[in-house]
């Protein structure tokens, strides 16, 4: 199940402030957000684990909006997870992944194969 940042958030501040502690962490997020999506004690030791092997939790989002669409630049990328262009240029790095663009040429129409003609007989 999926988090918004937002949530991701939130569930990080209750965890801290319940020192550490997933299974009160995931009751008192209940309580305080209860129109939203519940998560269990396993979510929260998730995030936990995933924010101190990583130390950020935005470094996954980045490296899967780049996995599922390789064309975007890292403008787009900043704009869609709300990272700063820096930190998501620092992550590419880190990971090894290299901004590239695909180009698409005109497509060729009848002309091409005749100035194609007078270009070699002018040559020669």
Do not use: W
């Not at 936990?48 to 490296?63: A, C, D, P, R």
């Not at 990272?83 to 290299?98: A, P």
């Amino acid at each position: 199940m999926k988090f918004s940042k937002e949530e991701m958030v939130d569930m990080t501040f209750i965890l801290g402030e319940c020192d550490r502690n997933s299974l009160l962490a995931s009751r008192v997020y209940a309580q305080r957000f209860p129109d939203e999506r519940q998560s269990d004690a396993r979510c929260f030791e998730k995030l936990l684990i995933k924010f101190i092997e990583t130390g950020n939790i935005n470094q996954l989002s980045v490296l899967l909006t780049v996995t599922e669409d390789p064309n975007k630049s890292q403008r787009e990328i900043s704009q869609v997870t709300y990272i700063s262009q820096t930190f998501v240029q620092r992550i590419l790095k880190v990971n090894k992944f290299h901004a590239f663009h695909v180009r698409l040429h005109q497509k060729p129409n009848y002309q091409d194969y005749e100035n194609r003609i007078n270009f070699f007989q002018l040559g020669n």
